[in-house]
């Protein structure tokens, strides 16, 4: 038998789990339900019809690759608690809640390319640039180039590197007291993507508005722009067309009299260059939302609707434009097949980075540590979105090291989009932590079924024939050979030619 004291302790032990709050504390975090969203049943229903159509469309057969179908798999899998899910819960109360497991997939998901999205900002603002201040470059290039760029990265990497060349040459000629050898700092974005759900492959270059250089003691100087002009961006985009033209001839990839006739196009020929965007040192905030727009997914889930069954031509989805097309056109109407293929088109390759560092901010660049530094010793203070929130309890939820920045724990990024702390308990205030991860599918079935929710993943649809077309039947009386031999709608003429 237990002593009275061990007897007391078990039977203040709370015996229902995820405790309701019982207090008003502010706003309270709810996990996120992807199956109620507008793009989750598109693509648990028509995934396998997707799949099917592209492998009997491709001559080879193999269908879409092997990262799209990846990925399209795992975002059925992403926030469902049937998979598996950690459990936080506070000591001093009791209430405890959920969270299902994420599937950090590159283009399908809404969740987590906003999570990546919102992560890559925070940790560009808060650990690599300084309080300095920022101008945006975009590049666009004619439609005929696209299809090399999205096709091969070593193609996309020799134009960003063209761009990266001439933007350093006009901030030198545009910094007072820059030598031939200062260099930027930059932080380049690729975009695969344009605002329709098209294939549209530009870049978004942020570039620190001067030039840094080292003096004969070691110290790093910092030269910034002061007479930069649109005539300076007009003739950087005449540099840029010749530039990248001349790269196509010569490898082969565009013939002579091609490039001739696209020098020969009038206004721009198709290159577009911008940096109409600039940046105080002292806005960080801004800084952080321009850092957002550049790192954004390829598509909004805000602006899916929901299925329409009454359409013409059965089921419809319609995505609306951030703005109007040239043609007018405000909205966009897709089959569910055909939104999938759009964005099959838009999921990010493996392997290939999607924003990448150079100038004195690169890996391995000489300055790149005391260009961060010098910020800070200019008096720049750091200042992001979340600031006001109380972190108390973010740094240590997770079992990290004191040490590790905050921007990549799970707490800190939902306080960062939502202004809401996770882990800090509705009902007392106090600090919540994670207590368990649960994997297996018998604890895992045990907990939903007691807690009233499904124990099963919503099952992916199976393939769908394609739509066949009406038949036509011939509805004519039948053959009778009592009837009279049909007459002609027309004569032949029979007679003989005269040849004399």
């Known amino acids: 038998m237990l002593p009275s004291s061990r007897r007391a302790r078990v039977r203040r032990r709370p015996t229902t789990p995820l405790r309701p709050p019982t207090q008003n504390c502010g706003p309270v975090y709810r996990r996120r339900r992807p199956t109620v969203t507008p793009l989750y049943p598109l ?18 057969g193999y269908g879409v690759p092997s990262w799209v179908e990846r990925d399209f798999r795992a975002y059925l899998r992403c926030g469902i608690l049937a998979h598996g899910f950690a459990r936080a819960r506070c000591a001093g109360c009791g209430y405890d809640f959920l969270v299902a497991f994420s599937c950090a997939s590159r283009g399908v998901c ?7 999205m919102v992560e890559t900002a925070a940790h560009l603002v808060d650990h690599v640039l300084p309080p300095l201040p920022v101008r945006q470059w975009v590049l666009s290039v004619p439609k005929r180039l696209r299809p090399f760029l999205h096709h091969n990265p070593v193609i996309a990497g020799a134009v960003l590197r063209i761009f990266l060349r001439a933007i350093r040459t006009t901030l030198r000629d545009a910094s007072p007291g820059a030598g031939p050898g200062a260099q930027i700092g930059a932080v380049s974005f690729l975009h695969r993507f344009g605002s329709s ?25 910092f030269h910034e722009s002061t007479h930069l002009t649109a005539s300076d961006w007009d003739e950087l985009q005449h540099t840029v067309r010749h530039r ?46 321009l850092l957002r727009y550049c ?3 390829p598509f909004a889930l805000e602006r899916l609707e929901a299925s329409s069954y009454g359409a013409p031509g059965g089921e419809r989805v319609v995505y609306r434009l951030p703005h109007p097309a040239p043609d007018g ?3 966009l109407s897709l089959t569910p097949v055909e939104l999938l293929e759009r964005l099959a088109l838009l999921i990010h390759p493996p392997r290939i980075h999607r924003h990448r560092y150079h100038g004195v901010l690169a890996p391995n660049a000489k300055l790149r540590y005391q260009v961060i530094a010098l910020g800070c010793e200019q008096g720049g203070v750091e200042e992001s979105i979340s600031g006001r929130l109380d972190t108390r309890s973010v740094a240590g939820s997770s079992g990290g090291a004191p040490g590790r920045r905050t921007s990549s724990l799970w707490a800190s990024l939902i306080a960062r989009i939502y202004d809401v702390l996770p882990l800090v308990c509705p009902s007392c205030g106090a600090s919540m932590s994670i207590i368990a991860f649960v ?14 929710l499904p124990t099963r993943p919503p099952p992916p649809s199976p393939a769908r024939a394609p739509p066949q077309g009406l038949l036509e039947f011939d509805q004519t009386g039948g053959f009778d050979p009592a009837d009279p031999e049909p007459v002609p709608d027309f004569k032949f003429d029979q007679s003989l030619p005269d040849w004399t």
Not at 110 to 116: F, I, K, L
Not at 197 to 221: K, M, R, T, W, Y
């Open 43 to 60: 693509v648990q229903q028509h995934l396998e019809t997707f799949l099917a159509q592209a492998a009997e469309s491709d001559p080879m």
């Open 110 to 116: 809404p969740s987590c390319n906003a999570r990546r």
């Open 197 to 221: 759900l098209n294939a549209h492959f530009h870049f978004h270059v942020c570039v620190i508005d001067g030039v840094f250089s080292e003096d004969p003691e070691g110290s790093v100087q």
């Open 244 to 289: 990248v033209l001349r790269y196509f001839y010569r490898h082969g990839l565009l013939e002579r009299h091609v490039t001739d006739d696209m020098l020969t196009w009038q206004a721009s020929g198709g290159f577009s260059i911008n940096a109409s965007v600039h940046i105080a040192a002292w806005d960080r905030a801004g800084l952080e939302r």
């Open 295 to 297: 790192a954004r997914p």
């Open 329 to 331: 056109t405000t909205a």
């Open 439 to 452: 994997t297996d599918p018998v604890p895992v079935r045990s907990i939903l079924s007691h807690l009233d």
